[in-house]
T-cell receptor, first 115, second 110 residues
Framework: DGGITQSPKYLFRKEGQNVTLSCEQNLNHDAMYWYRQDPGQGLRLIYYSQIVNDFQKGDIAEGYSVSREKKESFPLTVTSAQKNPTAFYLC??????????????FGSGTRLTVV | GQNIDQPTEMTATEGAIVQINCTYQTSGFNGLFWYQQHAGEAPTFLSYNVLDGLEEKGRFSSFLSRSKGYSYLLLKELQMKDSASYLC???????????FGDGTTLTVKP
């Protein structure tokens, strides 16, 4: 079955440490997105990529970095510059020209906690 | 920018009908999504409205009025499993990016 796989499901980060969240999709989607969700809030866009080797900052990109070396993969690094990284991180991809499925397909999420 | 407003919480009874409203201010958008999100899980796609009017899909229907900056999600024959957060989101005109509201947490009671 096609889908998006995020790993790990839970991640603990120490102060001053960089961590990388994995996101892999086998849907052949060009566009991929990273969102952050805080308790009781909606999703806020961190970074997005429309094509391999290209990505753009979203609304809250400070303290994060991404790469898009392969179509299937869009990893997110949470750097030590991100002062409040504890949140639920969601990776999503979007189909190209399918009217019936213009919505995102989401991964199951990574819950990051600073310890 | 875009601003999206939804009620924070709603409660309804099993078997009943509930309407979740979403109002927005935006300079332009391609369409409006509704997603369902159960606690601790990822959102799942429910509906997408591009044109004004009602789109029906089983027990769920979604309505859009562009002139009024208003949408609603209608859930019929409520079931306990419908207890979840419902997110309204605007699909922007650039790169398919979506802006999400904070969501409405629906609690269905017996």
């Amino acid at each position: 079955d096609g889908g998006i796989t995020q790993s790990p499901k839970y991640l603990f980060r120490k102060e001053g440490q960089n961590v990388t969240l994995s996101c892999e999709q086998n849907l052949n989607h060009d566009a991929m997105y990273w969102y952050r969700q805080d308790p009781g809030q909606g999703l806020r866009l961190i970074y997005y990529s429309q094509i391999v080797n290209d990505f753009q900052k979203g609304d809250i990109a400070e303290g994060y970095s991404v790469s898009r070396e392969k179509k299937e993969s869009f990893p997110l690094t949470v750097t030590s510059a991100q002062k409040n990284p504890t949140a639920f991180y969601l990776c999503a991809s979007r189909g190209n020209r399918d009217r019936l499925n213009y919505g995102y397909t989401f991964g199951s999420g990574t819950r990051l906690t600073v310890v | 920018g875009q601003n999206i407003d939804q009620p924070t919480e709603m409660t309804a009874t099993e078997g009943a009908i509930v309407q979740i409203n979403c109002t927005y201010q935006t300079s332009g958008f391609n369409g409006l999504f509704w997603y369902q999100q159960h606690a601790g899980e990822a959102p799942t796609f429910l509906s997408y409205n591009v044109l004004d009017g009602l789109e029906e899909k089983g027990r769920f229907s979604s309505f859009l009025s562009r002139s009024k900056g208003y949408s609603y999600l209608l859930l019929k024959e409520l079931q306990m499993k419908d207890s979840a957060s419902y997110l309204c989101a605007l699909r922007g005109t650039n790169a398919g990016k979506s802006t999400f509201g904070d969501g409405t947490t629906l609690t269905v009671k017996p």
